[in-house]
């Protein structure tokens, strides 16, 4: 039982022991290299190669992406006005095709129209001569007017004579009567006369009104008639066509959509934040952008200048709808409804400087001193360009900036520019061969190899603290 137990009490304790004595061992061999680089002096300082730019101070301004659509600036539905059967289309009237400007598209056959012409012709015709017989006997009766008015004239004479005759008893009382009854009568005749003339005058401008009234009726029947051909108001492009030779086309069908070939607008989104800054800085009217067509492999480029707005705030999309007309000189024009990217030029920011974006570090960036040290600047970063930000800050123009990502960049830390031919004379320099484009550790913290220890073999010493 005793021995036993004692088995047992082996089996316990012998592995502590062989555990405890393999770490001792352990630490005894890694403290054993450090001890010998304690021995040699204090760690030398590190120096990191980095990348470098010169900070170029001046008018900077970022290049807005956006992407939108080719839009049709003008259109047109040509519609009939002169229902009737199609007898004629135009070749080219097929979509895709463009056709110039009052090129005859659809004709509707005139023969309705021409005869309703033909008897308004002939109404203004016949209440014109009829106008011309009321200009006759308006003369007449005036002609006759005034020989009645003289003969009245003498009646009047006459019957004053007469009267001073019957006082003297030279002449009878009857013979007196028979003249004052020439008097009445011419009289009579005269007032008959003149009311005559009056409605005359009064037919001449019933006449009047009647041929204005048939002018427009012979216009009317022009129009129509000139309506039974459908012709392109503009040089475009045939959207939708509904014509063809034989077909009834009811009055105010649709029998062409065009779109004009050399008006295209471009139609874009911009955000309210970026609509606002450019509105108030007066760089969004009037601005030239460009705008890229991407088909096939290879893209096409315009020219376009911001015009105007959209009137409301595009709640679904999330901003303002912009719109840009395309300067089509030389170059094909793109089709509406094409997907297309657009460049404006952003707002105008005095006094800045471009950096690439790996010199950001959390608001600063780091300059290099004379001392080859680096300073710390902070920068306010006014907009993105691409791979470049445009920043302000305490900066001067023509000073090195690092673009070089460091791991643990600081304040005081040396570096050298990589393409600075002096190493600084101490061979500390960091390498900048990693694949994450880190600076990595330089080969003098890396703990030396044990005289006696071959190639391959674990190194018995600590790890170095991350400088």
Not at 144 to 153: G, K, N, S, T, W
Not at 342 to 352: F, L, M, S, Y
Not at 411 to 421: A, Q, T, W
Not at 439 to 449: C, F, Q
């Amino acid at each position: 039982m005793l021995k036993r137990l004692m088995r047992l009490a082996a089996q316990a304790v012998l592995p502590a022991l062989v555990l405890i004595g393999a770490y001792a061992a352990t630490e005894r061999l890694l403290e054993g290299p450090a001890r010998e680089l304690g021995r040699k002096g204090p760690r030398p300082e590190v120096v990191y190669s980095v990348a470098s730019t010169e900070i170029a101070l001046g008018e900077n301004r970022a290049v807005l992406r956006a992407f939108g659509e080719v839009v049709a600036a003008d259109t047109a539905e040509l519609r009939v006005a002169s229902p009737g059967e199609v007898i004629a289309v135009h070749e080219r009237l097929q979509v895709g095709q463009t056709v110039d400007a009052r090129t005859p598209l659809v004709t509707i056959d005139p023969f309705a129209y021409e005869g309703a012409l033909r008897d308004a012709k002939a109404q203004l015709a016949e209440a014109r001569a009829r106008a011309a017989e009321g200009d006759a006997r308006i003369a007449m009766e005036e002609s006759d007017l005034a020989r009645l008015e003289e003969q009245l004239d003498l009646s009047r004479v006459d019957l004053d004579r007469a009267e001073q005759l019957a006082r003297s008893g030279n002449i009878t009382e009857k013979a007196l009567d028979e003249r004052r009854l020439i008097v009445s009568q011419r009289q009579q005749a005269f007032d008959q006369g003149r009311y005559t003339l009056e409605a005359e005058r009064a037919r001449r401008e019933q006449n009047k009104a009647a041929i204005d009234r048939l002018i427009w009726t012979v216009e009317k029947a022009e129009r129509a008639v000139a309506d039974t051909v459908l012709r392109a108001p503009f040089k475009g492009i045939v959207r939708a066509e509904n014509a063809a030779i034989g077909r009834l086309m009811q009055n105010n069908d649709v029998a062409v959509s065009l779109i004009k070939a050399d008006t295209l607008d471009v139609r874009f989104v911009l955000s309210d934040q970026r609509y606002g800054r450019l509105l108030s800085a007066a760089s969004l009217f009037g601005t030239s952008v460009s705008v890229i067509w991407r088909i096939g492999d290879t893209p096409i480029s315009y020219d376009g200048t911001v015009y105007r707005a959209g009137a409301d705030i595009e709640g679904n999309r999330g901003g303002v709808d912009v719109f840009a007309h395309l300067d089509l000189t030389g170059r094909a024009a793109p089709r509406p409804g094409a997907f297309v990217e657009v460049r404006i030029p952003g707002v105008v920011h005095t006094g800045t400087a471009r950096v690439p974006m790996s010199a950001l570090h959390d608001g600063r960036i780091f300059t290099i001193g004379e001392d080859r040290r680096l300073t710390a600047r902070p920068v306010t970063v006014l907009a993105l360009d691409g791979d470049e930000a445009i920043v302000r800050g305490d900066l001067t123009d023509g000073a090195a900036v690092v673009t070089t990502r460091l791991a643990e960049a600081g304040d005081g830390i040396k570096v050298r520019p990589i393409n600075d031919d002096d190493t600084g004379g101490d061979g500390n320099e960091a390498s900048l061969s990693t694949p994450n484009g880190f600076a990595k550790a330089p080969a003098s913290l890396v703990a030396p190899k044990p005289a006696g220890q071959r190639d391959g073999e674990r190194a018995a010493a600590k790890p170095q603290e991350p400088s």
